[in-house]
């Protein structure tokens, strides 16, 4: 079943108009009573009738004469019951390379007695029922859901690449790889204005898209999904993605697309390195200083913003947690107070930009750096507290540290507490795997975390990402054959569209994937609403007892157009590049690959479903598209019914829960 030929931005589904009876008919979508007639007419002289096209099927009740055929060439039997319209059923092909039809002989609208319910002739499905498919082989199946896990989409070549080197040797071999980059934007010049004209007035500089380009995030929208669709360190960025939906910041707040680009290559660069490590250039960040009101702050009375959120969202969270993630002693017990926040706040004053900003009006306050985002924060003691405090993890900072001293001291203590292997750990495996992952699962994640070490991955330091992430994705749960009921998470919109295009020959440069697609689905990347990301990690789905932080942006609105994107895709054929856009290629996909199979409906939706899910549909919703995509021949379309095949199938497959839900 095919989705409306217009959309509107605003959420609104404009739908093509109701196929013809037949076209329902041939479809499978309903049932259409034939040969009804008033008794008047019962003794009308018989004659043939068409009940159903080629590949449908239809009723006789009693045995009578049938014909299969076209023109003058056909095929005639005496039949009863159900009837499959086919050359298999009719035993050959009476008119090779011609559109046929059945035909039952009998009056046009035979009835019983006068005034009694006339016996219909009824076609009542699409095709003949569509054969099984053929059950996907445990290396297959787990090569996909890998695939699905730890890049930005599954492809068939990249399910091929697993399948070749194993999950081990596959995530080894990506870890290898040299990293994607954010290039896009302007440069540290916004910074560095000392006219009293603003940057964007300068008349270098004046246009349309100055703002854009130099202030905005969009430049780092473009290079991320150029990067996501096209580029081989899938697993790097993957892990990127997440831990950026774990230290946030948002274009929302802060402004200068060279400091973003430079907080998001930050993250790529240590995607495989160490916890401690990204924490410590989270807390040098000028980006996160502006973020979160950490640089140049008051000794005498620190803003409490980064400290907070440092220990709330960064590291070790509010409740005291088990290894294996359960609340210690079942129930909340808090990790710290407001006065081991403040403890914090005092620890990490004394930072300020690194140098290089300039303004027209000089740099405030007094002794500070101007605001530059080239660099870490460099230190000024004079504005930063060296009193003695108590810190997490039974750690003392001592009096008469400087300002780089107290930093390590209190990464030691954020690294040394027991909650931050679980904390980190179970948002990795929610990121790539399971919104829900069992207790044992989270264990064996956080003793990865806290060894730095798994299965021949890892340097042996507490912290270490590679460890952690190669437990995540080879621990039993990731790679068993037998899903447990609460395994699997929603795609987040942004992996929803990315997958799309990767399974289907795409690529996108982003830019309909911002404003439009990013904000209709609440997904606009770079820039969530808050420090808290897009969603929760503990984001209950209704009526159930799990959690699903996905749907912290999912609802019936973005359900739909979830659906509305497949038909911009499919139907709109995407979005054409924009003059506007560096080195644009639009938002396309490929369909062409799959023509070749489209003359077998099972064997096109089965290679899709194997793309899209990493194994074959449930048998029921399986056989509803193959009917549905079976309606499609030359004689419905002669010109393109391939094509509307592969379209039919594609959107049907990636419009079904086993896709939207990853298991």
């Known amino acids: ?212 380009d130099n202030f905005s995030s969009i430049p780092l929208v473009w290079d991320f999904y150029r990067n996501a669709t096209t580029r081989p360190d899938q697993l790097r960025q993957r892990v990127a993605f997440a831990l950026q939906q774990i230290v946030v910041v948002s274009g929302t707040d802060v402004e200068g697309a060279y400091g973003q680009r430079n907080y998001q290559n930050m993250l790529l660069d240590n995607a495989f390195g160490n916890y401690r490590q990204v924490l410590k250039k989270v807390a040098l960040s000028p980006v996160m200083g502006d973020y979160l009101n950490n640089v140049n702050n008051d000794k005498a009375a620190p803003n409490e913003n980064f400290a907070r959120e440092l220990l709330q969202l960064f590291s070790v969270g509010t409740c005291l947690l088990n290894a294996d993630g359960s609340l210690r002693g079942g129930a909340c017990a808090p990790t710290y107070d407001n006065d081991m926040v403040r403890a914090y706040a005092y620890a990490l004053t004394g930072w300020t930009y690194p140098a290089g900003g300039a303004t027209s009006w000089g740099c405030w306050p007094r002794g500070t750096n101007c605001r530059f985002h080239n660099g870490d924060m460099v230190a000024v003691e004079a504005r930063h507290d060296n009193a003695a405090r108590q810190l997490l993890s039974g750690i003392s900072l001592r009096a008469g540290l400087t300002a780089p001293a107290a930093l390590e001291v209190v990464l030691d203590s954020l690294m040394a507490h027991p909650n931050t292997a679980p904390f980190i750990g179970k948002q990795l495996i929610q990121q790539l795997v399971s919104s829900n992952p069992s207790p044992a699962y989270v264990s064996r994640v956080s003793a990865a975390f806290t060894a730095g070490k798994h299965s021949g991955f890892g340097t042996g330091q507490r912290g270490d990402l590679a460890a952690t992430v190669a437990a995540v994705l080879l621990d039993p749960e990731a790679r068993s054959a037998s899903v447990t009921a609460n395994a699997g998470k929603l795609r987040d919109p942004v992996l929803m569209f990315t997958s799309v295009l990767r399974g289907l020959n795409g690529q996108s440069d982003g830019d309909a994937l911002s404003w439009w697609w990013g904000e209709e689905l609440r997904e606009h990347v770079f820039r969530p609403p808050t420090v ?102 030359a004689s419905t379309d002669k010109a393109n019914w391939q094509a509307n095949r592969v379209k039919t199938a594609a959107y049907l497959v990636f419009a079904t829960p086993n896709f939207q839900v990853e298991r």
């Not at 609105?557 to 038909?567: E, H, I, K, P, Y």
């Not at 064997?603 to 549909?617: E, H, M, P, Y």
Request: with cysteine.
């Open 1 to 212: 079943m095919r989705t409306g030929n217009k959309l509107l931005r605003g959420g609104v589904v404009v739908c093509r108009p109701a196929r013809s009876t037949a076209a329902l008919w041939a479809s499978g979508l309903v049932l259409v009573a034939a040969g009804m007639s008033s008794g008047a007419s019962a003794a009308a002289a018989k004659q043939w009738v068409t009940v159903a096209s080629e590949g449908g099927s239809f009723s006789t009740s009693g045995s009578q004469s049938v014909r299969y055929g076209a023109g003058s060439k056909w095929v005639q039997q005496k039949r009863s019951g159900t009837v499959a319209c086919s050359n298999a059923s009719f035993g050959r092909d009476p008119a090779v390379g011609t559109a046929k039809q059945c035909q039952v002989y009998r009056s046009p609208t035979s009835a019983t007695t006068p005034g009694a319910a006339p016996v219909p002739v009824i076609p009542v499905a699409a095709a003949p029922a569509p054969a099984a498919a053929a059950p996907t082989d445990a290396v297959t199946r787990n090569a996909a859901r890998l695939a699905m896990q730890a890049s930005f989409g599954n492809t068939e070549a990249l399910t091929a690449e697993i399948k070749a080197k194993g999950p081990a040797g596959w995530i080894a071999s990506q870890m290898l790889l040299a990293s994607s980059r954010y290039t896009s934007g302007g440069n540290a010049s916004v910074h560095q204005n000392t006219s009293a004209t603003s940057y964007c007035d300068l008349p270098a500089r004046a246009g349309p898209n100055c703002w854009r």
């Open 532 to 633: 808290f990301g897009f969603y929760s990690p503990d984001y209950p789905v209704p009526g159930t007892t799990l959690v699903g932080p996905s749907f912290g942006v999912h609802n019936a609105g973005s359900a739909l157009q979830r659906l509305n994107f497949l038909t911009y895709l499919l139907e709109w054929g995407g979005s054409t590049p924009v003059a506007s856009v560096p080195n644009a290629t639009g938002t396309k996909i490929d369909l062409s690959r799959f023509t070749n199979d489209a003359a077998d409906a099972g064997k096109l939706v089965d290679r899709l479903s194997l793309i899209a899910t990493g194994q074959s549909l449930p048998s029921a919703t399986r056989s509803e598209i193959v009917k549905a995509v079976s309606w499609w021949t």
